[in-house]
């Protein structure tokens, strides 16, 4: 009998092949149960059948991936697993453990054993599991725009491989963005042998486009004790942030005074380092080699004298005095935008101190630079003489980062054939002949070197969703008809050092590769050529270009949790801003949110200005990485795109002209402006070693009508250290990842609907033209005395015996009564069906132990409870209390600087305990009597002297 | 008890009470005015109905609500509704019980709105609710689970008092109607007209019998109802009161927003019975006698109401409340100082030319200052809502709240729902208590024959 297959119950359906393939992956723990239970099979089939439209992209973990060593004892397989690899940033490795379930990776942590990261992570390292799931990216080769296969691709590559062999490559140029990788570093040098003609470039949107010295210095910071910071933004976005932060909050909180690092900040625009600053002087950029150039003379490398103003004078003074103070034991850092005579000028200034070694050393760049490559500017110049055949676009968006002046796209038109892989049909893949879809750094095997050199073989934590190939297997095909396969590749590289399967494996499950034999530093160039610093005109204002705060170099732009996340100085959400002093807005009649046009290095672009408190004067500084038009569905047409007025020469300064438009437009904000005034008395605290009590009057009366709860229970809570916090938000993005909260889009955002259930409070104090700047990240209170629960009329939100204030989503019938009469305006409401409609895949990425909250209720933090009960669980399975530290919450455990600490408040020995004894320990308004769960730790303000 | 003026003209007959009042239902006096208000009324019921399906459709967030403004125009409007509907209850209630006659002329319509204003306010809620589809979670019903309400939650006090009143006023205003239903009943010509107030006066042959129970009945009724006005809005304002937000978390709330509440009801009253006075040319019935006393209990409701107002201000500074002085200030000079001081002069600037006799007897002039009462009072829910919750206690989740279109869409369709069902009230049933004004017109007489 021939035809369609018929089938007489359910039962006799499910037992074909396929579908029983497919139960497997999407359901493996529940697959061994299916034939016991009727009634599970019939729940089973009918989600099944749901998901059945996506078994063309079923994400299916790769089975060469080694789960990481640490996995806890008796766990169950085929629950949650967790794969150290890595993600990328500005090419650089940031060490993550990939949980995933059913197959799916769900959640990046940071790895907890990796030498410099030591678990902390960043915004980005958390938001990279949402590109993985991105509905924008590539999906398919292109030719002409149009769809092709591998096949058509891999036929033009043999015919052009036989021309290459003839030519020796001549007219071939690769052109890669920033990496860091060993094997592609292996790759380009045999390629270069092997087609001696063809050229490698560097795109780097933030190296420089000409061929630049780097810096060569590589600070340690966590070894030093005074450092001075010349527009370095040390403790903000980069590669280092996350091994920057944990330094600093190893070095900050309840230590020692001596032990305490002491920070002194001059920059030219505000960041979150100058807000961490014991002494922050904000300075325009001119002014940068002058200030060098005094704290120089201070330590006594030069003698040459400059002019500063009152205020400079007292800031490199006592930067000066610090650096000899704690000579040996202090670092002076240059950052990467100032120029390189400056950087020069850094490491002699070091070297001085006797610095060299200990808190800083010598080391060459662990990836590619414009030293090892052909750089950008040549490029350009050989396509304009016609002497560019073929250009392969490897991993870089030019179309997009170049700097305006060199008109780039009209330049790449002009190739005769070019190829660009990338993750998205970006603006250089929409304009390329052929464009070729890379893998996500989790769909595939490569490897990449941390800041600090350490590497990480990145593994595959799940099948390649789309119809990608590894950039590694594109570079190897340019040579070979039999390209070695990613993982191949990899494993070429390393295999002098990790030659068998027990070293390999052991690399795999531990995430970095343990001690290699480091190259010998080399001295780098100095540069002392003068530095040219422009003359800024009456009415003229320098400008910066800077990276955007969340969406970086634009890379991020499609990531709607990037998106939503509020820039950590100005609130601000889905589009980049123009900032500028205080001073200059009130001359000029400039708000907030006033559109603004800016002109500079011939060409002029309009966004909404920003007054942001703290920025020098005559000063603006915009911002890159928006106004993409190919970003993907989020990402396009949104902000201003800064790139576009960039000079390759001088890519991060300029002067210009502002002026006002006379249009407004409606910023999506999450927080206003406010100066700490007497409303927000008592928010933010601060403490010195001569006051170290944080409590004020009226904290201390907490009597109650109420008994207390019972104590046979643990009882969770949480501080908040107010001094090691940066405000960095990877406690916020590792929130929204871990409990599915919805990205509800600018529109939502400005009419105050965000649904982040942590958010990062930012308080100005004292003058805007130099005030102080406080972090306060809010979750919920989890109020022993919550006015929430009293308002819900259906007992909605209840109190659990462990202290939880807990969110019964199922009950709620959207009242909102409990947000009116939450103090802390912490709870979130779905004022619409927010997940719903979400694209495939995103809500592969939801984790399953939380539930996807439908219209019409309200959420809020839980404490993670999905994950106190996954403890409490495990420690009932094995008949044991929970132990401290053995329940972390998701903000918890992303906190680069270990501000947040969470536990049973019950347990006299528990790490929350003691910080909760803290002198600086103190509750959000204790004055409402609600007895908050978390509590914050004051920030500490120490000065010179303090300790002795 | 025998007024100084009596309440109506002396020179009527017992009869022209009668065919004056009947013959509204009967021979309708108005038709074509009364057809024009009621097409109105249906198509601002057509834009309610259309609002509240949008609104079912796409969820709350069409209103201009957000975090920390979660709650506006719903809320804001449940409270003046049901302030609105407790004048009804109070002028036939509370001043039945008093023997105050002049009563007479104004409960029967006044007791319709407070019915239909209960039944808009009662509304309120239920389309405020993020899930209105489980809205019988607030009832006590015998779940499976065995989960009941929250009875420490004042949104569950709602529920009970919402229903408690609306249930009461609907009871006493039918039980004060039979009486006239049979009147309307005897003198109706039509066999329609005669079935449909026959069943309706559930067999009243106006024996002594009949009296005798109706009195105790009608009486025992308003002394139920009377308290509930008192305990109604006692509880609504309990909805904010009981919250820590500063502007909310004060004692006075209870009795300010029960005076409130009745300084708009009467003022809604006024405006009512000076329309149907001009509308249906009862100047014989309704008199200026009887604008005199709404105004003067008007005036008096007022400034109570005015009080509420003085103390409130004073009592966030004698606290010494860092918030409660700050949400004071933002009242007074904050983004929504408008809804403050529009409240304060609509509500209390006009009132002040109720001093005077002739303002008090002009129905022009008390009608527009009555108008700018139930303005006032408006204004005045909107700014105890919006102004306390848009800054609460952390700078950080400062807000704004701007009504969307669906929020005025909703309001003012509201506006039909309100007024459709008593046009047609107006039209169908006595508007006017026929007997009752029969018994003051008799007593009169009577006292006046005994000089």
């Known amino acids: ?948 | 008890m025998a007024s100084r003026t009596p309440a109506l003209p002396l020179n009527q007959s017992l009869r022209d009470i009668t065919t004056d009042v009947a013959r509204v239902p009967l021979h309708m006096p108005a038709r074509v005015p009364w057809l024009i208000a009621l097409i109105l009324s249906l198509a601002l019921l057509a834009l309610f109905l259309a609002s509240i399906t949008y609104l079912f459709a796409r969820g709350v967030g069409i209103w201009g609500l957000n975090i920390p403004v979660n709650w506006a125009f719903a809320i804001h409007l449940y409270v003046w509704w049901l302030g609105l509907g407790h004048a009804g209850t109070l002028i036939s209630a509370m001043l039945l019980l008093m023997g105050q006659d002049w009563r007479n002329s104004l409960n029967r319509f006044a007791e319709a709105m407070t019915v239909c204003a209960v039944i808009c306010a009662g509304m309120e809620p239920i389309i405020h609710l993020g899930r209105p589809w489980f809205l019988y979670w607030m009832f006590p019903y015998p779940a499976t689970m065995a989960v009941w309400p929250q009875f420490r939650s004042p949104l569950e006090w709602d529920v009970w008092a919402v229903l408690t009143y609306l249930i009461v006023s609907i009871l006493f205003w039918y039980i004060g109607l039979v009486p006239d239903l049979a009147t309307v009943r005897d003198r109706a010509r039509k066999r329609g007209w005669q079935v449909f107030f026959g069943i309706f006066a559930l067999g009243w042959r106006g024996s002594a019998r009949h009296w005798a129970v109706w009195n105790k009945t009608y009486r025992t009724i308003a002394a139920i109802a009377v308290p509930l006005v008192v305990s109604v809005h006692s509880e609504v304002s309990l909805l904010f009161a009981a919250g820590q937000i500063p502007g909310w978390h004060s004692t006075i709330f209870p009795p300010y927003f029960v005076l409130g509440a009745a300084f708009s009801g009467f003022a809604m009253v006024a405006m009512i019975a000076i329309v149907m006075r001009h509308t249906f040319a009862l100047g014989e019935i309704v008199t200026e006698r009887h604008l005199d006393v709404l105004a003067k209990v008007l005036l008096a409701m007022g400034l109570m109401t005015a009080y509420g107002y003085f103390f409130e201000v004073f009592d966030a500074y004698y606290s010494g409340e860092t918030h409660e002085i700050a949400t004071v200030h933002d009242r007074f000079f904050g983004e929504y100082a408008w809804s403050y001081w529009g409240a304060v002069v609509c509500n209390f600037i006009p009132l002040q030319g109720l001093w005077f006799d002739r303002v008090r007897r002009s129905p022009v002039l008390l009608f527009l200052i009555s108008t700018s009462a139930v303005v006032g009072m408006w204004l005045e829910r909107y700014m105890i809502l919006v102004t306390s919750l848009y800054k609460d206690f952390l700078p950080s989740s400062f807000g704004h709240y701007t009504p969307s279109f669906w929020d005025w869409s909703t309001y003012i369709g509201m506006l039909g729902l309100f007024m459709t069902p008593f046009l047609l009230f107006v039209r169908f049933l006595p508007s006017i208590s026929i007997f009752e004004d029969k018994e003051v017109l008799a007593r009169e007489k009577e006292e006046a024959a005994h000089g």
């Open chain 1, 1 to 948: 009998m021939s035809g369609k297959r018929v089938w007489r119950s359910l039962e006799e359906y499910q037992r074909s092949d396929a579908f029983g393939e497919m139960l497997k992956a999407e359901f493996p723990s529940i697959f061994d149960l299916w034939t016991v239970d009727r009634r599970q099979l019939l729940e089973v089939m009918g989600a099944s059948l749901a998901l059945a439209g996506m078994t063309g992209c079923k994400p299916v973990r790769s089975d060469d991936a080694v789960p990481f060593v640490n996995r806890p004892e008796g766990f169950i397989e085929g629950r949650t697993g967790h794969y150290a690899t890595a993600v990328l940033f500005e090419g650089y490795a940031q060490p993550v453990l990939a949980t995933t379930s059913g197959g799916r990776p769900i959640k990046l942590e940071g790895n907890r054993d990796h030498p410099s990261f030591g678990g902390g992570s960043t915004p980005f390292m958390q938001a990279a599991i949402l590109d993985l799931y991105d509905p924008d990216r590539s999906q398919a080769p292109l030719f002409n725009g149009k769809p092709a296969s591998w096949a058509d691709f891999d036929g033009q590559m043999a015919r052009w491989r036989d021309s290459w062999a003839a030519t020796k490559g001549a007219g071939l140029r690769l052109l890669l963005g920033p990496t860091t990788s060993p094997t592609m570093l292996r790759q380009i040098a045999e390629l270069r042998t092997m087609l001696p003609l063809a050229q490698v470039h560097l795109f780097d949107p933030f190296g420089g486009f000409d061929r630049v010295t780097p810096s060569g210095l590589r600070p340690i910071i966590q070894d030093a004790d005074v450092i001075v910071s010349l527009d370095d933004d040390l403790l903000g976005p980069g590669p280092m942030q996350a091994t920057n932060a944990r330094a600093w909050g190893d070095r900050h909180g309840d230590i020692p005074l001596r032990e305490r690092m002491r920070l002194l900040v001059a920059e030219t625009t505000p960041t979150q380092t100058g807000s961490k600053a014991d002494r922050r002087l904000g300075v325009a950029p001119t002014r940068l080699p002058s200030l060098a150039q005094a704290i120089a003379t201070g330590v006594g490398v030069s003698s040459d004298g400059v002019r500063l103003t009152q205020k400079e004078l007292a800031w490199t003074k006592e930067a000066a005095r610090a650096l000899i103070q704690a000579r040996g034991r202090s670092l002076f850092v240059v950052g990467r935008f100032a120029p390189p005579q400056l950087h020069s000028l850094a490491i002699e200034i070091n070297r001085a101190l006797g610095n060299l070694g200990r808190t800083c050393k010598l080391a060459t760049p662990v990836g590619l630079t414009s030293q090892s490559t052909e750089p950008f500017l040549d490029l350009v110049r050989d396509i304009g003489q016609r002497r560019v055949s073929t250009l392969f676009v490897l991993g870089a968006n030019p179309l997009y980062q170049a700097p305006g002046n060199l008109d780039f796209a009209k330049l790449y038109a002009t190739v005769p054939v070019t190829v660009h892989a990338g993750l998205h049909v970006d603006e250089t893949g929409f304009q390329s002949k052929w464009h070729l879809p890379l893998p996500h750094a989790l769909e595939d095997w490569s490897d990449a070197r941390s800041p600090d050199a350490t590497a990480t073989i990145m593994q595959p934590v799940v099948r390649p969703i789309y119809d990608s190939r590894s950039a590694h297997e594109i570079i190897a095909s340019l040579t070979s008809d039999q390209p070695a396969s990613s993982k191949d590749a990899v494993r070429q590289t390393w295999a002098a050092k990790l030659p068998d399967d027990a070293s390999w494996n052991g690399v795999l499950k531990s995430g970095f590769v343990p001690e290699e034999p480091q190259p010998a530093p080399t001295e780098p160039p100095i540069t002392n050529t003068a530095i040219d610093v422009p003359r800024v005109g009456d009415g003229d204002f320098e400008i910066l270009f800077r990276p955007d705060p969340t969406i970086h170099d634009g890379s991020f732009a499609n990531n709607g949790w990037l998106q939503e996340l509020p820039k950590p100085l100005f609130k601000t959400t889905w589009e980049n801003v123009v900032a500028l002093s205080p001073a200059d807005a009130r001359a000029r009649g400039i708000t907030s949110g006033d559109l603004v046009a800016v002109e500079a290095n011939g060409r002029r672009l309009t966004g909404p200005a920003w007054v942001l408190p703290g920025q020098p004067r005559r000063v603006v500084t915009l911002f890159l990485g928006y106004g993409r038009s190919h970003a993907g569905r989020i990402g396009n047409g949104l902000g201003y795109d800064a790139f576009a007025m960039r000079d390759a020469l001088r890519p991060w300064n300029a002067t210009g002209k502002i002026s006002k438009t006379g249009a407004r437009t409606t910023l999506a904000t999450t927080q206003e402006h406010h100066m700490l005034d007497a409303e927000g008395e008592g928010v933010v605290r601060t403490v010195t070693p001569q006051h170290p009590s944080a409590l004020r009057e009226g904290d201390a009366n907490q009597d109650s009508f109420y008994p207390p709860w019972p104590g046979d229970k643990p009882a969770w809570g949480m501080v908040i250290d107010l001094d090691r916090c940066i405000g960095c938000n990877a406690c916020a993005v590792a929130c929204q990842a871990e409990n599915n909260v919805p990205v509800v889009g600018k529109d939502q955002v400005a009419r105050g609907r965000e649904m982040a259930w942590l958010r990062v409070d930012r308080y100005f104090a004292g003058d805007p033209e130099e005030p102080e700047t406080y972090f306060q990240p809010v979750p919920c209170m989890h109020c022993e005395q919550a006015p929430c629960e009293m308002g819900c009329p259906v007992h909605a939100t209840v109190h659990s015996p462990e202290g939880l204030n807990l969110m019964v989503y199922n009950r709620c019938i959207g009242t909102r009564t409990c947000s009116s009469y939450c103090p802390y305006k912490v709870r979130r409401f779905n004022w619409f069906d927010y997940t719903t409609d979400a694209p495939s895949p995103t809500e592969a990425q939801r984790n399953p132990d939380v539930t996807v909250r439908g219209r019409g209720v309200m959420e809020k933090c839980t404490y993670c409870i999905q994950r106190i009960e996954a403890a409490t669980v495990q420690a009932d399975i094995e008949n044991r209390p929970i132990v401290d530290g053995e329940v972390m919450t998701a903000c918890q455990q992303a906190c680069p600087a270990k501000a947040i600490t969470f536990g049973n408040l019950a347990d006299g020995g528990s790490a929350v305990r003691k910080q909760r004894s803290s002198e600086r320990n103190y509750a959000l308004l204790a004055e409402q009597g609600t007895r908050p769960r978390t509590t914050y730790l004051a920030r500490l303000e120490v000065e010179p002297g303090d300790g002795e």
